[in-house]
């Protein structure tokens, strides 16, 4: 309830939706290093894995587009839009995991997800 109150968390009914991570995050150092290290482990772990599938069928998904063609000075406002994107985009994919979710105990399961990541290299 104090998390809710707090505005970490979001009552679903049967479900609760965390929120505002990063405020969580930062407040504790330990924390953000677990989070980082997770995303880290999971990148990672999922290119080792599709490099060793021979069938692609079997391959996680993992996609990656990239340009040298887009101005610096365009950055912000390619952000702005492709935030819309991954926003609408997220949403859906949240909805279609939620739907194939079984009413069981949290931690029943492997952890299974989809990791959105915008990057640019250095200048």
């Known amino acids: 309830e104090e998390l809710i109150a ?11 939706e965390l929120v505002n991570i990063e405020h969580m995050v930062k407040n504790n150092e330990a924390d953000f290093s677990n989070l980082t ?4 482990d ?5 290119l080792i894995y599709n490099s060793t599938q021979k069938n692609i069928e079997e391959r996680y998904i993992q996609r990656t587009i ?8 365009k950055y912000n406002q390619l952000h702005n839009e492709l935030t ?12 279609k995991i939620i739907h194939f979710e079984e009413d069981v105990e949290v931690d ?6 989809i990791s959105f ?3 640019k290299t250095e200048e």
Not at 37 to 40: D, G, H
Not at 84 to 95: A, G, P, T, W, Y
């Open 6 to 16: 707090n505005g970490n968390l979001k009552d679903l009914g049967d479900k609760v």
């Open 108 to 113: 029943t399961y492997p952890q299974y997800g």
């Open 84 to 95: 819309k994107v991954i926003d609408s985009c997220f949403l859906e994919v949240k909805n």
């Open 66 to 73: 990239f340009t040298t063609q887009v101005n610096p000075k």
């Open 42 to 46: 999971r990148t990672v772990g999922t």
């Open 117 to 119: 990541l915008e990057y």
């Open 37 to 40: 290290a997770k995303q880290i």
